[in-house]
């Protein structure tokens, strides 16, 4: 029973760091030898460590062995964050529905948040990369998760899914989340709807299709943040994906005002210059300066905002064009 610095005592590393075919008989050994399962360090138990970074074969039975010893099935950590959340965050493996189901089964809270107000289907929708993706939302909603839960900065699972930059099923996500009833234009405390957060997080080649499928459900493509931003000043600010041209061209076609100003006067050509995260961005300016999107307005220049951008390509060549721009 001895414990490190930390708090640490030998449960605690194996559940955290073996995931080995062996591990239920290494953890039967332990409490042989006397070890206290329910040690806690932080608020973490052996529970906590196993579902957080264990997702091998033996992850099921081990969870029930852990269970039947008399662990703390809800227990929480520093944070508010139980088993369930840390399972649906880190674990992407095909027994993820197997482990919520034993554990909705052995009694941990469905509908626990931790202290940001996060709840087991916005960590599954925010962070898992598991291709059950979308059985696994099912089963949190059968199981009595509220699919209109809010955290306490009011994101919901819609706004956490479109951050998700790790799942592949995120089309078919976005479309069952507003089957379940989820509203599309919903917004957070800032004002972001889910199309800001799928402009700012998500440079994937499924950017353009979730773009098409939330304007088809309905989501405002012209509803501004409590900054004055729109989707276009999100996506051009942030976003790394090498279709960023096509991505403009199509919220375009689908109406939204490009020549919208933030409530500092920055316009999109001056989000886009600001860039650190997309090296090509010439198409995208040049596109803009066509438009005639005014390099200078409100006190904001587009080639300031350019000159401290290092991350950029073809300065000297964009530079040139704004300059040219500018005379016009």
């Known amino acids: 029973n001895a414990k490190d610095k930390y708090g640490w005592n030998a449960l605690h590393f194996l559940c955290r760091f073996n995931s080995n075919s062996n591990l239920i008989d290494a953890i039967q050994l332990l409490i ?28 099921i039975g081990a969870i ?70 979308i059985d696994a939302i099912r089963l949190c909603i059968q199981l009595g998760i509220d699919v209109n839960v809010k ?8 706004h956490y899914l479109c951050c998700n930059i790790l799942n592949s099923n995120l089309i078919d996500a976005i ?14 405390v800032s004002g972001w709807n889910a199309l800001h957060f ?59 005002d490009v020549y919208a100003k933030d409530k500092f006067g920055k316009n999109a050509l001056h989000h886009l210059c600001g860039n650190k995260y997309n090296n090509n961005l010439i198409d995208a300016i040049h596109f803009f300066i066509q438009l005639g999107i005014p390099v200078v307005s409100d006190g904001n220049d587009a080639r300031f905002l350019l000159r401290w951008n290092n991350e950029i390509k073809n300065k000297d060549e964009i530079l040139k064009l704004l300059d040219e721009a500018a005379l016009v």
């Open 175 to 188: 479309r069952l989340l507003i089957q379940l009833g989820i509203p599309v234009n919903a917004k957070d």
């Open 198 to 256: 799928l402009c700012r997080f998500n440079s994937n080649s499924n950017l353009i299709d979730a773009i098409r499928l939330l304007i088809r459900e309905g989501i405002d493509v012209n509803a501004k943040d409590k900054y004055g931003e729109n989707a276009l000043h999100s996506l051009c600010q942030l976003n790394s994906n090498s279709d960023l041209i096509d991505a403009i061209r199509l919220f375009i076609q689908l109406g939204i």
């Open 151 to 158: 955290s306490n900065d009011g994101r919901n699972a819609l």
């Open 32 to 59: 042989q030898l006397g070890i206290d399962v329910h040690a806690k360090n932080n608020g973490w138990n052996a529970l906590l460590y196993l579902c957080a970074y264990n997702s091998n074969s033996n992850l």
């Open 64 to 133: 029930r062995l852990l269970i039947q010893l008399g662990i703390d099935v809800n227990a929480k950590d520093d944070g508010g964050r139980n088993t369930l959340h840390y399972l649906c965050r880190f674990n992407s493996n095909s027994n993820l529905t197997d482990a919520f189901q034993l554990l909705i089964q052995r009694g941990i809270d469905v509908n626990a948040k931790d202290d940001d107000g996060l709840n087991a289907l916005h960590y599954l929708c925010h962070l898992n990369s598991n291709s059950d993706l």
